[in-house]
T-cell receptor
Framework: SAVISQKPSRDICQRGTSLTIQCQVD?????MFWYRQQPGQSLTLIAT?????????ESGFVIDKFPISRPNLTFSTLTVSNMSPEDSSIYLC???????????FGPGTRLTVT | TQLLEQSPQFLSIQEGENLTVYCNSS?????LQWYRQEPGEGPVLLVT?????EVKKLKRLTFQFGDARKDSSLHITAAQTGDTGLYLC?????????FGTGTLLAVQP
């Protein structure tokens, strides 16, 4: 397993600004993922964070809006850029320890954009 | 596109009742997982089922993988308030997971 922490746990931001969310893992992992979730609903994968190369984005998500960094095997950041109220959501990072198919999740960052 | 549909979408029951949550797809999956997410937390992996027809038990929770590996079910016996949360099934696809639509369970005392 893995222990994942996220910062901040929640934030309220003004439209037009950007927020960077940090994800820290207690062990080296190959695969890290970023998700978005509306409360009470399922998860939507934003991108896979690759160490040493650009992130792989899912359809509907672009690097200019959600730039991702992965400087090493224990840390990643997701930036939500030029925010609008539609970006209000819970953002979760996860890791695949043995494979991408059994994931461990951080507690999430609850973002509200006003 | 592989989709995982869960039913019901919402479920509110009294403590002590039994319930079943379903996860269905038109695609075959090599395995399926179930996660539970409590309010304010990230999802936590409960179980992975791999073999068609497989049944796994985790205390009061029973998980079954369909014979054709297109569906799975989660049965909870004598639900407790601590079972409250969002239940998600998930299946593997090209180095990522596809998550089901989710079932929000509320167990009332």
């Amino acid at each position: 397993s893995a222990v994942i922490s996220q910062k901040p746990s929640r934030d309220i931001c003004q439209r037009g600004t950007s927020l960077t969310i940090q994800c820290q893992v207690d062990s080296q992992v190959t695969m890290m993922f970023w998700y978005r979730q509306q409360p009470g609903q399922s998860l939507t994968l934003i991108a896979t964070a690759n160490q040493g190369s650009e992130a792989t984005y899912e359809s509907g998500f672009v690097i200019d809006k959600f730039p991702i960094s992965r400087p090493n095997l224990t840390f990643s950041t997701l930036t939500v850029s030029n925010m609008s109220p539609e970006d209000s959501s819970i953002y979760l990072c996860s890791v695949g320890v043995v494979s991408a198919y059994e994931q461990y999740f951080g507690p999430g960052t609850r973002l509200t954009v006003t | 596109t592989q989709l995982l549909e869960q039913s019901p979408q919402f479920l509110s029951i009294q403590e002590g009742e039994n319930l079943t949550v379903y996860c269905n797809s038109s695609s075959v999956f090599s395995s399926l997982q179930w996660y539970r997410q409590e309010p304010g937390e990230g999802p936590v992996l409960l179980v992975t089922v791999v073999t068609g027809g497989e049944v796994k038990k985790l205390k009061r929770l029973t998980f079954q993988f369909g014979d054709a590996r297109k569906d799975s079910s989660l049965h909870i016996t004598a639900a407790q308030t601590g079972d409250t949360g969002l239940y998600l099934c998930a299946g593997p696809a090209l180095n990522k997971l596809i998550f089901g639509t989710g079932t929000l369970l509320a167990v009332q005392p």
